[in-house]
């Protein structure tokens, strides 16, 4: 990859694992003045979690301590689910579409969205060591997210070949795509990136896996890192991961990324074919029992 190439997919990589910091101004709980909120976020993949944090200046706002700490817990209490929705609306969905773009389409409402922001975990506002600003922490599930994108109410099956492979059975599928690869249809490499619902196809560009294949309520995929999957235990996993995928995982290496957004692995024909090939394994894919190894980077 060329060094300008290079440096733009570091830069990429920061704006994606940490959104901007943003300033939104709104009414003042109980005044007239208006508030600047400075609200920042940031997704960690591994664990599943959008973390942001809100806060704004007690004197700007005309707030004054002791008396006016309640007034200030309750400004961020009002404010917090719009200070979530840009964080919200960021979450890259698939290859090709943000929770924006869904919005944008009509797929999904602001008071969706806004619903989410309401479910999220708070810890109760707290002042900052200099006591001069009023911060507020939340936590919102991305397992909840990708739920309430889920329209369909049975798993599709998978295709299944016309010529069957002699396959092993498997207690699960992990995809390893933790280096740079090709991006089908390009000249170029770049690392898979998260999202909700990627998608798996294979070499001749057959579709293999998709949101519409697992059962409602599961997750599609689970994100990790490399050093999950080389354990000094008798499947190789850590023990959270063992409990997904079992004692026996099928392990393929990715040979391409593809898409708009680069989220969706490429794995051969062959292994393909070894996933599609029996009842049990195609099981693994309604089950949600498949893991995608990602840069450590791109995850957190």
């Not at 901007?20 to 976020?41: E, I, K, M, N």
């Amino acid at each position: 990859m060329k060094p300008s190439l290079r440096i733009a997919a570091f830069i990429f990589q920061g704006i994606l694992a940490v959104f901007c910091s943003v300033v939104l101004t709104y009414p003042a709980h109980g005044q007239d003045s208006r508030v600047s909120f400075d609200v920042s976020g940031s997704i960690d993949w591994i664990r599943g979690e959008l973390n942001a944090e809100a806060s704004f200046d007690l004197i700007q706002a005309g707030i004054r301590l002791p008396s006016g700490r309640f007034m200030g817990e309750e400004t961020l209490n009002d404010s917090y689910t719009r200070l979530l929705r840009p964080s919200l609306l960021s979450i890259k969905v698939d290859s090709t579409s943000t929770i924006k773009d869904l919005v944008d389409r009509g797929e999904l409402s602001l008071l969706e969205v806004d619903t989410l922001s309401r479910e999220a975990g708070k810890i109760p506002p707290s002042l900052s060591p200099n006591l001069s600003r009023m911060i507020g922490r939340y936590t919102v599930l991305m397992e909840k997210i990708s739920s309430s994108l889920v329209r369909h109410r049975r798993a599709i099956e998978p295709g299944r070949p016309l010529l069957p492979v002699q396959a092993a059975e498997h207690t699960g599928i992990i995809i390893i795509a933790n280096e740079e690869l090709p991006i089908h249809g390009r000249h170029t490499q770049a690392l898979a990136e998260p999202c909700l619902f990627p998608r798996i196809w294979d070499t001749n560009m057959n579709l293999v896996y998709e949101r519409n294949m697992t059962e409602p309520g599961i997750p599609m995929v689970r994100y990790v890192a490399q050093e999950s999957i080389f354990r000094p235990t008798p499947s190789g996993l850590d023990g959270e991961l063992a409990a997904l995928l079992g004692s026996n995982p099928l392990r393929i290496l990715a040979r391409e990324v593809f898409g708009v957004n680069p989220t969706d692995p490429v794995i051969d024909r062959n292994d393909a074919l070894q996933i599609l090939s029996t009842e049990n394994n195609r099981r693994l894919l309604r089950e949600g029992r498949v893991a995608l190894v990602l840069s450590e980077g791109m995850l957190r």
